[in-house]
């Protein structure tokens, strides 16, 4: 089958849902399909490979991969991060209506910009069209406060179902996420739960690799290791680290680091205010090379992660519990709905209210010491 698979996020950007549509291409590859993969040039990659060229048309790993030129790439400004997924979509729309006799099935992945052209070769040409949803926008858009101005809400709520009802086909992460979308629409299309995933080899194979080699550069020896790895923007919520290491203190809980790997637009602000109230429990890496994480997870003591307190965020999971799943390390994790039933019924560690720094505290003092660590 010739498919065409529109997302602007790619190999090497192993971030995010540029690592979930690039293994889910590939995978399509191997079952012997041929897929051409329309995507932008990479704003941030960390390669597996060493491999420095990124060039405009090549073939990774089977699939047929061409990479356009933009003039905006994704920010935190939310209009300039507009303009990137907007003029992404209209480039890849041209080029997707040219091909269109060349295609048996067009797939996308949210966002919503990556759907919008797959929407209307199946509108107009009746080509058939698989969407695979990460995240419900612009919902998540409202809940982080990124996205306030009500007349650009209202443009997306009309995308948002334009999409919806222009798939065949859906799949989703979790299955009130599914729920969500068939609520939108007036008649049920079929869906699946396709849950994230975690290349498990490369776990297998880099887990003590570098563990030495981490220890020295970030003084980490005899130290309690409280990892978090992924991305730092509002959603995550992430400034209860700060008030967690002054809970933690208070009870005389001293020889713990707080590990912070990865970035985004609330980094800057949880640095700033760590260094202003002289917190020095906590290490802040940046993005690393993803060869690392394995390693980085295997040395510590409890992995977490925190959403926002709010309803909607119930029907996610983050990519990065899969990671840390595949550990076998205790996880605290703040959050509701999907993630707190996982945690809970696979016995994977402590799921506690989101963004409670004293609840989570306590969670991480209690593993800590069930394993005699304190």
Request: aromatic share 10%; with cysteine; net charge positive.
């Amino acid at each position: 089958m010739k498919i065409l698979f529109i997302h602007q996020h790619y190999y090497p950007e192993l971030v995010g849902t540029g690592r979930r549509a690039t293994e889910m291409c590939e995978l399509l590859a191997k079952k012997g399909h041929d897929i051409t993969v329309l995507t932008s040039f990479p704003k941030r990659h960390y390669h597996l490979s060493g491999q420095n060229t990124i060039k405009k048309d090549e073939i990774c790993n089977g699939v047929h991969v061409i990479r356009l030129n933009l003039l905006f790439t994704p920010k935190s400004n939310p209009f300039l991060r507009m303009l990137s997924y907007f003029e992404f979509s209209v480039i890849s729309m041209f080029k997707a209506i040219k091909s269109r006799k060349e295609i048996d099935l067009c797939m996308s992945m949210t966002p919503l910009a990556s759907g919008i052209p797959c929407s209307i070769l199946n509108k107009f040409f009746k080509i058939p069209h698989h969407f695979d949803v990460t995240d419900i926008l612009p919902a998540l858009g409202i809940v982080s406060g990124m996205l306030k101005n009500k007349f650009l809400i209202y443009v997306l709520r009309k995308v948002e179902l334009f999409v919806y009802q222009n798939t065949t086909t859906f799949s989703s992460v979790t299955e009130t996420m599914g729920d969500y979308i068939q609520g939108c629409l007036k008649i049920k299309k079929n869906m699946i739960c396709a849950s994230d995933w975690v290349d498990t080899g490369l776990f297998d194979e880099h887990k003590c690799t570098y563990c030495s080699e981490i220890i020295r550069k970030y003084f980490l020896e005899n130290k309690k290791i409280i990892l978090f790895e992924g991305n730092i923007g509002k959603l995550q919520n992430l400034g209860i680290v700060i008030d967690t290491v002054k809970y933690l203190n208070a009870k005389g809980i001293n020889n713990f680091l707080f590990v912070l790997i990865g970035d985004g637009i609330d980094l800057e602000n949880i640095k700033t205010r760590a260094t202003q109230e002289n917190i020095k429990q906590i290490i802040f890496t940046g993005r690393i090379d993803r060869k690392y994480i394995p390693s980085f997870l295997s040395i510590s003591h409890v992995l977490f992660s925190n959403y926002m307190n709010h309803r909607h965020l119930d029907m996610y999971v983050p990519g990065k519990m899969y990671e840390y799943i595949s550990t076998n390390k205790p996880i605290v994790m703040g959050s509701g709905g999907e993630c707190q039933k996982l945690i809970r019924e696979n016995k994977l560690g402590i799921s506690v209210e989101p963004s409670n720094p004293e609840m989570f505290a306590k969670a991480i003092i209690e593993i800590l010491n069930i394993h005699q660590s304190i």
